[in-house]
């Protein structure tokens, strides 16, 4: 059984879930917005499924729904936001302007995110700079769910990583993936749906293979392509943890309270824009690679399938399983 919302009355529904439960009606609408951005695009990994995580993380203490973040200036192209315990969207918000200043001035930046808690799709941090003209990629850990190449216990987190570029008034091109074979909530959604998944995804707890989504879960997940994506999770507990000062998914694993929510950690996000690095046509001249993929019959750009599902959800509205919607309306309860 499913339920159809509209994209306000969504956003509307999380955002009085979280107020309710302790967010300030500043934060709450920042994380309804991403999180019923990931749902409009066809990412309900990251959507209303992911509201009772939220939810336990403010019940717990965790993390503080009212947190007040700190933007400062680090080195002449360095600038660090602190989110003071809380989400990670307005820890984002609260830099972003300064951040593509900065990009514009320095022609390339970073932004050190930490002491944050962040649950959603990385694409999400980055079309906003994006849009503004600049390239930008985007590194977090998370929980210590993926075994490293040859081993079989858990130690790395999922570790995304984003990249995206900007196309005028199209939509940026920004790609979002997991260091990880599959993303963690894509096997959640499997064990609750009952679905089995792809070899190669994950092993139990005995470091056997295995398709079930629940004993992957208990056991650890595998990242993409063997070694070659295990290095590329290391790439990122290094970027996101050790450069920033942040702590490893291991080291989260650590201490966190096991409530269900995300973990304290950092991300790192960096900028370039494309004129202040010397390339006049740079722009144009990726649109060249662009036309030669989309040529191709079946080929398509990294985020048109979400535009396409971000379009279709604004005229169709979202369709969300009724037992998610439940859940929601007994956390607002």
């Known amino acids: 059984m499913n339920t159809t919302l509209s994209i306000s009355e969504a956003k509307r529904l999380v955002a009085t879930c979280l107020e309710t439960n302790g967010c300030s009606p500043e934060v709450a609408a920042q994380v309804a917005h991403v999180i019923v951005a990931a749902e409009a695009d066809g990412a309900p990994s990251h959507g209303l499924f992911r509201v009772p995580g939220y939810v336990a993380s403010l019940r ?3 993390v503080d729904g009212s947190a007040k973040p700190l933007v400062s200036q680090l080195a002449p192209s360095a600038m660090k936001v602190d989110g003071a315990g809380g989400f990670a969207p307005p820890a984002l918000a609260a830099a972003r302007t300064e951040f593509i200043a900065l990009t514009r001035r320095s022609g390339i930046a970073a932004l050190a995110v930490t002491n944050v808690h962040h649950f959603s799709a990385l694409w999400t941090d980055l079309e906003s700079i994006c849009s503004e003209g600049l390239c930008a990629m985007a ?14 216990k858990p130690l790395f987190g999922t570790n995304p990583m984003a990249f995206g570029w900007p196309r005028g008034d199209k939509g940026p091109m920004i790609f979002d993936q997991a260091s990880s074979v599959q993303a963690r909530g894509e096997i959640m959604l499997a064990a609750r749906d009952g679905h089995r998944l792809k070899e190669g995804v994950g092993i139990d707890e005995n470091g056997q293979p295995s398709t079930d989504p629940n004993e992957v879960l208990k056991g650890a997940m595998l990242t993409f392509g063997g070694y070659k994506g295990s290095a590329i999770a290391l790439m990122v507990e290094l970027l996101a943890a050790s450069l920033i000062g942040e702590q490893f998914s291991y080291q989260a694993g650590e201490t966190d309270n096991k409530d269900g929510g995300p973990p304290r950690g950092g991300e790192l996000i960096i900028a370039m824009d494309p004129v202040q690095l010397g390339a006049k046509g740079a722009l144009d001249h990726a649109e060249l690679i662009f036309g030669k993929i989309t040529e191709q019959p079946g080929a398509r750009l990294p985020a048109d399938r979400r535009y396409e599902n971000r379009k279709r959800s604004a005229l169709d509205g979202l ?8 859940k929601i309306d007994a956390l607002v309860g």
Request: charged fraction near 10%.
């Open 319 to 326: 369709t969300i399983p009724k037992a998610v919607i439940e």
């Open 60 to 62: 717990s203490g965790k």
């Open 139 to 152: 590194f977090t850990g998370y929980l210590p769910f993926v075994a490293p190449a040859g081993g079989t």
